[in-house]
C-alpha cells in the first residue's frame, strides 16, 4: 500500500501517500491508528451500538501540540474530521468514515485547586474522572448522571446533572477553555479573552474547535447525597402519580432535582431477577443537601402507591454518579434517542406521556421526564449560545433495543412519540440527545433561538468558514 484513501470534506475522496502520513504521525506525541491495526477496533467503537464507521485514521492526541497538528494536517488535505471526547454522543459524530478522528480520550487528566474551587479538566476526561479528583475535596462540578460520559461533549451543548437546579448546568460552571481552532491556534476563551467564543462554545458544541482543557468552578457536595427511587409497576395509577411528582417538584428547594424515569426493571443482575421486565416508572428524586433532613423530605415520593422495589436512602455522590454505569455498556445496544421542552404538564401531555410509556418498543427503552428550573433558568438566555432557559420540564425518548433488525420500526416509534408531544411544546430540541439523523437548520434554530443562531451563525462565517468542524449539530456558515 502506498496510499492511504481519505474521505474529504466534501465526501469525495483523496490518496494520501503512506510516507506522508508517515511523517506526519511520527512527529506526534500519542499512537495512530489504520485499519489492520490491532488496536483499530477499540479505538473506533462508541457508546451507541449502532454506529459502525470505518475511519481512515485515528489520531488518539496526548496534548494540545498533537491537536494543533491534526487539525492543521485535515484542514491542510481538506479532509473529513470527526472530534470524539468521551465517545457518548447518540448521534455518533465522534467517528466518521474514511476521514480522520481527533480523538482526545488519552487527555482525561484533572487537576483541582480546591482553595479556589477549580478544576482544570483535559478535553477527553469522562464525568467519573472529574468526580474521583473533585469529591476527594468535597467538590463537584454539575455534570451529567452517567459516569462514562465525556465532559467535553456534554459541556458543550449544556450539560444537565443532579446539581442543576443548585448550581447550574454544566457550561454555567464554564470559567474558561484551551481550544485549537480552525486556523490550527490554540486560544484561551473566558468571558474576558475570546469572549466571543466563549459565549459560542457554552451551548454551540464543536462547531468552533477542539477543546483541549476545561476549567470549571466547583462546588461543595456530598460526600454523601441522598436518593429517592421507588419503582412503581405502571398501573391504572400512573397518571395520578406523575401528578403528584409534578406537584411535590414545583415546590422542592434547589437542593432538590429530580428525574421521572418511564422505564423496566432492567434485565440486570443488579436487580431481582424475578422482577426483570416489569414496566415501572420511577419518580427519582436527588436531595444534595441535609442528610438528616432528607429522608423526611423525600418520604411522600415513597408513598405514590406499593413500590416493587425501593433503592431510597443516603449514598456517596460518587456511588450516585455511577449507579448508571452497569446499565448503559458501551457498544452494546442500538440507541436513537430525541427530546423537547415543555412549559407545563397537563393531564392530557401526562396521558400521551404515560401511554408511550405503555407502548416503548423495548423494555431497555428508557423515557425521562427532566425537572428543570432554579439556577439553570436564572441564566439569561443571550448570556451563553445554549438559549433555552425557561422551560420547567425536558421529555426525552431514550429509545434503545438490542437486534439492529428492529431499527425503522423502533426509530419511527421515537419519531411519532416526538410529534406526537410537539402539541405541548414550544419546539426546539436539547442538543445534547438526538440520535443520528435528521436535525437540520430550521430544528436548530428553534433549540438556539433566532437571536442565538443568527450569532452563532456569524461567528462560524468568521472562525470556521470552510466548516471543517462538521460532525456535530452543525451551524453553517454563512456564505
Ligand atoms: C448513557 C448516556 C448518559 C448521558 N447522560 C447525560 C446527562 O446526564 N446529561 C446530559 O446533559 N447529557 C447526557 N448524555 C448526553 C451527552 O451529554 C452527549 O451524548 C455528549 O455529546 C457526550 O459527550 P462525549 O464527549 O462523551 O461525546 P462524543 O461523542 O465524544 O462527542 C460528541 C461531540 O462533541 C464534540 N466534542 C467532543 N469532544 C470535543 C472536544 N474536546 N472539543 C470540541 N468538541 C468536542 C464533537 O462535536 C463530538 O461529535 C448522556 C449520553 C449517554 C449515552
Known amino acids: 500500500m502506498n496510499s492511504l484513501q481519505i474521505t474529504t470534506l466534501e465526501g469525495s475522496s483523496v490518496a494520501i501517500d503512506i510516507a ?49 497538528d491534526a487539525v492543521n494536517f485535515a484542514r491542510r488535505h481538506e479532509l473529513l474530521v470527526a472530534i470524539r471526547g468521551g465517545g457518548h454522543n447518540v448521534a455518533g ?4 468514515e474514511g476521514g480522520v478522528v481527533i480523538d482526545l480520550s488519552n487527555m482525561n487528566s484533572v487537576r483541582v485547586d480546591a482553595n479556589a474551587r477549580r478544576a482544570y479538566v483535559g478535553g477527553g476526561a469522562l464525568l467519573g474522572d472529574v468526580d474521583r479528583e473533585t469529591q476527594v475535596f468535597g467538590l463537584a462540578a454539575p455534570l451529567g448522571v452517567v459516569s462514562l460520559t465525556g465532559v467535553a461533549g456534554l459541556t458543550l451543548c ?29 486560544v484561551t476563551a473566558s468571558n474576558t479573552e475570546n469572549p466571543d467564543f466563549f459565549w459560542g462554545i457554552r451551548g454551540g458544541g464543536g462547531n468552533f474547535g477542539v477543546v483541549t482543557s476545561f476549567e470549571f468552578e466547583l462546588y461543595p457536595v456530598g460526600p454523601t447525597v441522598t436518593l429517592c427511587a421507588p419503582f412503581y409497576p405502571i398501573n391504572e395509577n400512573t397518571e395520578e402519580l406523575v401528578r403528584s411528582w409534578r406537584d411535590f417538584m414545583s415546590k422542592a428547594p434547589e437542593e432538590i432535582t429530580s428525574n421521572c424515569l418511564f422505564w423496566s426493571v432492567p434485565a440486570h443482575p443488579n436487580f431481582p431477577e424475578e422482577l426483570h421486565g416489569i414496566p415501572v416508572v420511577i419518580p427519582a428524586v436527588i436531595h444534595i443537601g441535609d442528610v438528616e433532613d432528607a429522608a423526611e423530605i423525600l418520604q411522600p415520593m415513597r408513598e405514590l402507591g406499593d413500590p416493587i422495589l425501593d433503592l431510597s436512602g443516603p449514598l456517596p455522590y460518587v456511588g450516585l454518579q455511577t449507579a448508571f454505569d452497569p446499565l448503559f455498556v458501551k457498544g452494546e445496544r442500538q440507541n436513537y434517542w430525541k427530546s423537547l421542552y415543555l412549559d407545563s404538564l397537563d393531564d392530557a401531555a401526562i396521558g400521551n406521556i404515560v401511554n408511550r410509556a405503555r407502548g416503548r418498543p423495548d423494555p431497555w427503552s428508557l423515557i425521562a421526564l427532566w425537572h428543570l428550573g432554579g439556577a439553570m433558568n436564572r441564566v439569561a438566555p443571550s448570556d451563553t449560545a445554549l438559549g433555552e432557559r425557561s422551560a420547567n420540564y425536558l421529555l426525552s425518548f431514550d429509545t434503545s433495543w438490542t437486534d439492529p433488525a428492529d431499527n425503522k420500526s423502533a426509530i419511527a416509534w421515537t ?28 430544528l436548530l434554530r428553534a433549540s438556539y433561538g433566532s437571536d442565538n ?17 462538521r460532525l456535530n449539530q452543525n451551524i453553517l456558515p454563512g456564505k
Open 158 to 186: 449544556g450539560g444537565l446533572g443532579y446539581l442543576r437546579r443548585k448550581h447550574g448546568m454544566a457550561c454555567d460552571a464554564l470559567l474558561s477553555v484551551d481550544m485549537v481552532t480552525a486556523d490550527g491556534n490554540l
Open 20 to 68: 506522508t502520513i508517515e511523517e506526519f504521525t511520527t512527529g506526534l506525541r500519542g499512537p495512530s491508528f489504520l485499519q489492520g491495526d490491532p488496536e483499530y477496533d477499540e479505538a473506533r467503537i462508541i457508546w451507541n451500538g449502532s454506529t459502525d464507521k470505518h475511519p481512515a485514521i485515528i489520531l488518539q492526541c496526548s496534548g494540545a501540540a498533537d491537536v494543533i
Open 453 to 469: 443562531y443568527d450569532r452563532l451563525v456569524e461567528l462560524k462565517t468568521k472562525f470556521d468558514p470552510a466548516n471543517l468542524f
Open 415 to 442: 419519531r411519532d412519540a416526538w410529534a406526537e408531544m410537539q402539541a405541548f411544546s414550544r419546539g426546539g430540541i436539547y442538543l445534547n440527545f438526538p440520535g443520528e439523523g435528521e436535525e437540520g437548520e430550521s
Open 93 to 96: 459524530n465522534a467517528v466518521c
